[in-house]
């Protein structure tokens, strides 16, 4: 049982430039949450979703798309990366919404 | 959207000493939880409060959560060099639309000096 895994763990990008981060959860968890943070700040919710195939906007979804097409699998990606995006991604779960969040180690990205 | 406030922002204090801090919020939730983060890791629940006035200990963590539903306070006592990291509180809004993400306040930097 890995729990909440994330990929890449590092990614540099320059401007302009498109990628998909990936996470993967291994406990059939209905719900999944992407968050970014940003030094001196706490954690935002970007993206989630309640379920296989459905998606939502969080707090700061301007830039980035999400898709759920499996269970396990939440997909984030940047069509077109910006420095301002340039931070630490953090991917969670949970199988209700009153339930613990569990989350993955973090994707750290620059975007120069 | 909704604002936590989170303090002190950081905290030097002797191995042995008593840690306390809190979260204040503009608006009401009705879960409040308390992680931890490690440098290069990601957030880990201490501990979660599900009731307002609720008082809830995990080993040597106190938690509680506030009557008026918008505050809470984290305290661990008698620290040890494995306490240090940051402390995030988190408010969570459950309403009849469904999964509220976590609020975040801006974390309390744990330093222990030996």
């Known amino acids: 049982n890995a729990g909440v895994t994330q990929t890449p763990k590092f990614r540099v990008l320059k401007t302009g430039q498109s990628m998909t981060l990936l996470c993967a959860q291994d406990m059939n968890h209905e719900y999944m949450y992407w968050y970014r943070q940003d030094p001196g700040m706490g954690l935002r919710l970007i993206h989630y979703?309640?379920?296989?195939?459905?998606?939502a906007k969080g707090e700061v979804p301007d830039g980035y798309n999400v898709s759920r097409l499996k269970k396990q699998n939440f997909l984030l990606g940047l069509e077109s990366a910006a420095p301002s995006q340039t931070s630490v991604y953090f991917c969670?779960?949970?199988?209700?919404?009153?339930?613990?969040?569990?989350f993955g180690p973090g994707t750290r990205l620059t975007v120069l | 959207g909704q604002q936590l406030n989170q303090s002190p922002q950081s905290m030097f204090i002797q191995e042995g000493e008593d840690v306390s801090m809190n979260c204040t919020s503009s608006s009401i939730f009705n879960t409040w939880l308390w992680y931890k983060q490690d440098p290069g890791e990601g957030p880990v629940l201490l501990i979660a409060l599900y009731k307002a006035g609720e008082l809830t200990s995990n080993g040597r963590l106190t938690a509680q959560f506030g009557i008026t539903r918008k505050d809470s306070f984290l305290n661990i006592s008698a620290s040890i060099p494995s306490d240090v990291g940051i402390y995030f509180c988190?408010?969570?809004?459950?309403?009849?639309?469904?999964?509220?993400?976590?609020?975040f306040g801006k974390g309390t930097h744990l330093i222990i000096q030996p």
């Open positions: 969670a779960s949970t199988q209700r919404v009153t339930d613990t969040q569990y």
């Open positions: 979703s309640v379920g296989e195939g459905t998606t």
């Open positions: 988190a408010g969570q809004l459950i309403s009849g639309g469904g999964a509220d993400g976590l609020t």
